[in-house]
């Protein structure tokens, strides 16, 4: 049997999967970034560090699990932010540099993508679809607030941008909140436990939203407000998620309406968030019949599933 490689080093995850050759999961390892109590992230020198330390140790950890001699087919990596010559991102060197020297040395090919395409790939390898050849993905994390139309072609996927964040992403709302009120780095997990307990008070966070652009630097300062004036905190977080929740919905809708596309993939760590996913099922899938396909909940952060899938799909005449 044969194997594919993924790997993918972004801001706070150190990832690497393997697939075989039916595209069933074989290994998937990661390793969340340390970053310190408080901070809101981290400089590119210290994501360079711990991802040349974290990726041998998950290389030796995916490898070893595979049940017999691994023989690689192909090894797909993250090398750049999204799909467009002028993105970089220092981060990506290092889940690159690797891929180029293990596929050198296995005389394999190499398939290169970017962060958001490898996302687009692992929703579609857990979701199951869409089918259709295009349709609308959303790219919700704490790097990126993205709405694209995606075409599939032979080559993977054009990626075209439609809208998204003007300032803030939805993810980065969720940190700044999150860590204003004492919770961990990165808070979205936080977050949405401590919303659970808020959720018939939660707090009023306007949502900003126009035409395909939405922002949250305004609803970001109201909630600090909220914060210093001694809110409660879980209705803070709820609020936090009901404009998240809200903004999404706005945006999916109107760009639906404009496309006539009816198939939405929705990807990123943002995306996991079970009150998020019920309230958007309930405004786009009951209310506007759109069509809704999300990875599970494991593969909506960052992963290297999707790289991995990305090799597969070169190797096979349909993905």
């Known amino acids: 049997m044969r194997y594919y490689l993924g790997i993918d080093t972004s801001c706070y995850t150190t990832s690497v999967a393997l697939l075989d050759d039916c595209g069933s999961l074989a290994a998937d390892e990661r390793r969340l970034l340390t970053v310190k109590a408080g901070k809101r992230g981290l400089a590119q020198s210290e994501m360079v560090f711990q991802h040349t330390r974290n990726l041998p140790e998950l290389l030796e950890e995916v490898l070893g699990k595979a049940d017999r001699a691994v023989q690689l087919a192909a090894i797909g990596v993250s090398a750049s932010p999204r799909p467009l010559p002028e993105s970089y991102m220092p981060a990506f060197l290092v889940g690159l540099g690797f891929a180029r020297a293990l596929a050198a ?33 959303i790219h919700v994390s704490g790097g990126t607030t993205e709405l694209v139309r995606v075409k599939r072609s032979a080559q993977g996927c054009e990626i075209e941008l439609m809208g998204g964040s003007a300032d803030l992403h939805a993810g980065q709302f969720i940190d700044r909140v999150g860590v204003a009120l004492g919770l961990p780095f990165p808070a979205g997990p936080h977050l949405e436990k401590l919303a659970q307990a808020g959720r018939d008070r939660a707090s009023r966070i306007p949502v900003a939203v126009r035409a395909l652009q939405v922002s949250f630097a305004g609803p970001e300062s109201q909630a600090q407000r909220l914060i210093a004036k001694g809110e409660e905190p879980a209705a803070v977080a709820a609020g936090v998620e009901q404009c998240v929740a809200d903004s999404l919905a706005r945006l999916i809708g109107r760009a639906s309406e404009e496309t006539g596309l009816r198939d939405v993939l929705l990807v990123g760590g943002v995306t996991a968030n079970s009150f998020i996913r019920h309230y958007l099922d309930e405004r786009l899938r009951e209310q506007q019949r759109l069509k809704l396909y999300y990875p599970s909940p494991r593969f909506s952060p960052d992963n290297a599933v999707g790289a991995a899938f990305f090799a597969l799909s070169h190797d096979t005449p349909a993905i």
Do not use: M, Y
């Open 105 to 137: 040395l296995n005389r394999v090919p190499l398939r290169r993508l970017s962060h958001q395409e490898n996302h687009v790939f692992a929703g579609l390898w857990s979701a199951g679809g869409p089918k259709e050849g295009e349709f609308l993905a």
